[in-house]
């Protein structure tokens, strides 16, 4: 079975809503739209490039497919390391209001998410990669259906805003896969699915001293 990669960028304090502009995702009066902006850098660059170099497809949530829909087919350069993987590899987008999408190449799936994430990963050369697409990726996390996660923590707290990891998550537990630090301070850490998490206690045994 192929792999299902999910990149999240998220604040110290778990905020992974609107990083990439002021407009991008208002609900709730959010305000603080764009906060990644300022940590762009070479680091970040490189590995944003590094990431996309081994997708084979790439699923996204409505709001985030549209979001890219009306950005990168713009960006015509075919060397463009982004913009070239994202307009000439497959795409699916999990909706039940799209029904006809215009950038070229896009699938609509609207059935049993499980199912048809399944058979994509099957199907898939290389990666199967989401990007943002937070309530797609809490419903993906929740039937263990991410293979790895690529969590970017940037150096900023806002207070408030749609966390990636909401409160009701499913309990799940990651092995430590990876990691490095940009310039301009984002802590990249990469996870792979382990299972679900063990306990223990730190309280002494009984009959103890």
């Known amino acids: 079975m192929g792999k299902l990669s999910l990149t999240a960028f998220v ?5 992974h809503q609107a990083p990439g502009g ?3 995702d208002r609900r709730d009066g959010f305000e603080h739209g764009g906060w990644s902006f300022p ?3 070479e680091d970040f660059g490189q590995f944003i490039t590094e990431v996309f170099g081994r997708a084979g497809a790439f699923l996204l949530g409505r709001h985030t497919y549209e979001i890219f829909a009306g950005f990168w087919p713009k960006v015509t350069d075919p060397a463009d390391p982004v913009a070239g993987k994202l307009n000439s590899l497959p795409k699916y987008v ?7 999408p215009e950038w070229a190449g896009t699938t609509v799936i609207s059935g049993d998410l499980a199912k048809e994430v ?4 099957e199907n898939t050369e290389g990666e199967l990669q989401v990007h943002g697409s937070a309530a797609l990726a809490q419903s993906l996390l929740a039937l263990d259906l991410v293979d790895t996660v690529h969590l970017l923590s940037f150096p900023v707290v806002l207070g408030t805003g749609r966390r990636l990891f909401a409160e009701g998550a499913v309990p799940t537990a990651f092995r430590h ?3 490095r630090l940009t310039s301009k301070g984002v802590a990249i850490h ?3 699915l382990a299972g679900r998490p063990e306990y223990g206690t730190y309280e002494l045994p009984e009959g103890s001293a």
């Open 190 to 192: 990469t996870y792979d």
């Open 22 to 24: 002021r407009e991008e």
């Open 11 to 15: 604040t110290l304090d778990g905020v």
């Open 94 to 100: 999990a909706s039940s209001s799209i029904t006809q």
């Open 39 to 41: 940590y762009g850098d």
């Open 118 to 121: 399944t058979a994509l990963k």
């Open 177 to 179: 896969a990876g990691a």
